[in-house]
Nanobody
């Protein structure tokens, strides 16, 4: 079992920055690929970024150049640095863990999920 706890959400003005953290329990964090997803009001959950256990990274097009995903295996934590935030980035952000080396853009392929953290970007 892996438990994931997100933190770092909040209210920020457009153009501002936030850093989300996702702390994972367990001793095998380095074996998991990690993803960040978001769900805006009235919309389906959507892929944001993912990082393989070996470090390869994916982003959805709308956040490329603004968001950075990273992981610290010593701290069992994955991060999402979000810069140049836009009102359309407003959503609940979830981290997810997938056992194995390959991260995917498909939420249903992840094994564990956090409870989510709200990010609100005002215009």
């Amino acid at each position: 079992q892996v438990q994931l706890v997100e933190s770092g959400g909040g209210l920020v003005q457009a153009g501002g920055s936030l850093r989300l953290s996702c702390a994972a329990s367990g001793r095998t964090f380095s074996s998991y690929s990690m993803g960040w997803f978001r769900q805006a009001p009235g919309k389906e959950r959507a892929f944001v970024a993912a990082i393989w256990s070996g470090g390869k990274i994916y982003y959805t097009d709308s956040v490329k150049g603004r968001f950075t995903i990273s992981r610290d295996n010593a701290k069992n934590t994955v991060y999402l640095q979000m810069n140049s935030l836009k009102p359309e980035d407003t959503a609940v952000y979830y981290c997810a863990a997938r056992l194995g080396p390959i991260a995917t853009r498909i939420g249903n392929e992840y094994d564990y999920w956090g409870q989510g953290t709200q990010v609100t970007v005002s215009s």
